[in-house]
């Protein structure tokens, strides 16, 4: 039994920040990675950045530069630092937890960037 937990979105002007936050707790085997997606409204979702259990980072284009993704393995955390925030960020954000076979998703948290 895992439950995975995102918090951190809000409202923002264009160029400020925020902290996302994403736990899993309950897991008894060792996450292989974490990671960020995101789905705009009418849109696919699509992947933002990821997490290696080693450190190992991958970032979409549209966002390198500008996010930041981090984890605690202790705590089963992973974070994502987005500064310089566009309108475009504008989405809900959704965690994913990736074992070695499977996967699980987070209920998403709402960003939105308008002035």
């Known amino acids: 039994q895992v439950q995975i937990v995102e918090s951190g979105g809000g409202l923002v002007q264009p160029g400020g920040s925020l902290r996302l936050s994403c736990a899993a707790s309950g897991s008894t085997v060792s996450i292989y990675v974490m990671g960020w997606y995101r789905q705009a409204p009418g849109k696919q979702r699509e992947l933002v950045a990821t997490?290696?259990?080693?450190?190992?980072?991958n970032y979409a284009d549209s966002v390198k530069g500008r996010f930041s993704i981090s984890r605690d393995n202790t705590k089963n955390t992973v974070y994502l630092q987005m500064n310089r925030l566009k309108p475009e960020d504008t989405a809900v954000y959704y965690c994913?937890?990736?074992?070695?076979?499977?996967?699980?998703w987070g209920q998403g948290t709402q960003v939105t960037v308008s002035s």
């Open positions: 997490i290696t259990s080693s450190g190992s980072t």
């Open positions: 994913n937890v990736h074992w070695v076979m499977v996967s699980a």
